[in-house]
């Protein structure tokens, strides 16, 4: 074999061995790890887990429509106000989205734009929807508010109260009246001679089990919060500017009944701090309630100054941290804090906590967005989608190796060959750039072997045309490849440029359908022209051929 037929089969060895590498994980992750069930997986040793981690990363991805996952489509919320430069305002809050999908840990994910006011997000192998809604449209925006002292509280409550009795006199006389639901309520003092109702005297307050640490407790009995919810709509004009209540996420003392209370906090409307100075937010154990996580956060070094100074001001004070108008932790504060670092609490899970980093670390969103779109693939329906579409594609490759080993005989089988490494290439080559095979990727590797089989029909027509005209077959090998090049040529090229336009304008699984299509055009061009070629130079090189089964 002289030295440029080795030098071909170097590159076809070297091609055939560098894609059996990059399969291998792929082939180790889908015939071993994959059939395992997650508590099986948790039972792995820590240098199994540490080779499950490595096979993972590096074998071939399945996209959301072959293994689960969620599909959302969110929307600008323009119902609190217009929003003036929508294409600036979409590209901020995907940023914001990118950092907090790359922060939990999907594989793959899509965030892209669609159309002028819409973000598409998919996320594959997610289990868990509802965590993942709340991580992806959560606002988070973070503030620092001070809670009013107990002389301005009261001063409200006693006017609301006021104010509320003249409006609603006959409000006492409901099912959920204080008399009804127990004598455990929070009352102001009432003068000698007063009712003791206190439903009668404070149609407000008397909602409310007990005033402490500058929130007041509201029994969460599925009646008494909705009640006060619309207490404070009735009195929204009543309520003095500087003056904002805001309800927390925790919960209060429990009422003599056991019933639970939710904790409502009278806050400064003034705030006295944002979070766009925080610099970075992660999970620790809450020291005060074991078995739960609290989130440590650290400002800039602008914010240590300005947290220093707002700390200094208000030792003996509570200082409010709101996410989102919600409180979720109010500490009092001891002294001055000059370095910047501060604990959420709030009685967070682990998964909650972790969220929250996430969140928090990624920035608050530029924009309200909502949801206009949501659809969850089971991972049962991804198995069915996975296994119908290598059946069809098995199906579809088998049929075409038929009609080559009927129609073109030995070079058929030459040429099935060429496809079976074809395919073994572009499965390689997309686990090699880490992109992921959807059903549109499957139909695009359909294609590209469609297109292969082309290639290898149009070469052996204008080789049989040679051996008509009485050439050697040598020479009738050396012209059928040489006059089919340029139509081979010129209809993948065509077909490329149209799956650039695809994937520049596409999303997700436009995407997939032609990096698949490209990669695979790719790779019949290299089966078809070179490998193919350097068989039949092998076959013709050391002796005469008087007649080629084609």
Not at 246 to 268: C, H, I, M, R
Not at 336 to 357: H, N, Q, R, Y
Not at 509 to 533: C, D, E, K, N, Q
Request: charged share 25%; proline share 4%; glycine share 8%.
């Amino acid at each position: 074999m002289d030295r440029k037929l080795t030098t071909r089969l170097i590159v076809i060895a070297a091609v055939l061995g560098l894609s059996a590498y990059l399969l291998y994980p792929s082939y180790k992750y889908f015939g071993d790890y994959r059939k395992r069930t997650p508590d099986q997986l948790n039972q792995l040793t820590d240098a199994q887990r540490k080779s499950y981690q490595k096979t993972l990363e590096k074998s071939l991805k399945l996209g959301l429509d072959l293994q689960g996952g969620m599909h959302v489509v969110m929307e600008l919320d323009e119902s609190k106000g217009k929003v003036e430069n929508k294409g600036d305002a979409l590209d901020r809050a995907m940023e914001v989205l990118n950092t907090r999908v790359d922060a939990f840990g999907v594989a793959e994910p899509t965030v892209a734009r669609q159309g002028d006011n819409r973000i598409l997000v998919q996320l594959p192998g997610i289990d868990d929807p509802e965590r993942v809604r709340k991580l992806i449209g959560e606002v988070a925006q973070l503030k620092f508010q001070k809670v009013r002292e107990a002389q301005e509280v009261m001063p409200l409550l006693e006017n609301l109260d006021k104010k509320l009795k003249e409006k609603q006199p006959a409000r006492a006389d409901t099912d959920t009246s204080a008399t009804a639901l127990g004598d455990s309520l929070f009352q102001f003092e009432q003068k000698p001679g007063e009712s003791k109702d206190p439903a009668v005297e404070n149609p407000f307050t008397s909602q409310f089990v007990d005033y402490r640490f500058g929130a007041l407790y509201v029994p969460d009995d599925g009646v008494r919060v909705q009640r006060v919810q619309q207490l404070l709509k009735d009195l929204k004009n009543e309520i003095p500017q500087g003056f904002q209540f805001t309800w927390s996420s925790e919960q209060g003392p429990p009422t003599a009944d056991g019933l639970p209370t939710k904790a409502l906090y009278v806050l400064n409307t003034k705030k006295e701090m944002e979070g766009d100075r925080l610099e970075d937010a992660r999970i620790s154990p809450d020291p005060d309630q074991p078995g739960r996580m609290s989130v440590n956060f650290r400002l800039d070094r602008r914010g240590a100054r300005q947290f220093a100074r707002i700390t200094e001001e208000m030792v003996g004070k509570q200082l409010a941290i709101v996410l989102d108008d919600v409180v979720k932790s109010a500490p009092s504060i001891k002294g001055k804090i000059p370095s910047g670092e501060g604990v959420i609490t709030g009685s967070f899970t682990d998964k909650e906590a972790a969220d929250l980093g996430i969140v928090l670390r990624a920035g608050a969103m530029p924009v309200s967005l909502k949801f206009a779109e949501e659809r969850t693939v089971g991972p049962t329906l991804g198995s069915d989608s996975l296994r119908r579409g290598l059946t069809a594609s098995l199906v579809g490759l088998g049929l075409s190796v038929l009609f080559l080993l009927v129609y073109y005989k030995l070079s058929g089988l030459l040429a099935a060959a060429a496809l079976t490494m074809n395919l073994i290439v572009v499965l390689a080559v997309m686990a090699i750039l880490r992109a992921s095979l959807s059903l549109p990727g499957i139909a695009g590797m359909v294609l590209s072997v469609a297109m292969a089989v082309d290639a290898n029909v149009l070469i052996f027509e204008r080789i049989r045309e040679e051996l008509r005209k009485k050439k050697t077959v040598g020479a009738s090998i050396e012209a059928g490849y040489k006059n089919a090049f340029s139509a081979i040529l010129d209809s993948n090229l065509t077909t490329v440029f149209a799956a650039i336009v695809l994937f520049y304008y596409g999303t997700g699984p436009v995407r997939g359908f032609a990096v698949t299509l490209i990669i695979g055009i790719a790779a019949s061009m290299f089966t078809a022209l070179f490998v193919t070629r350097f068989v039949y130079d092998v076959i013709t090189r050391k002796r005469q051929v008087a007649k080629l089964s084609i």
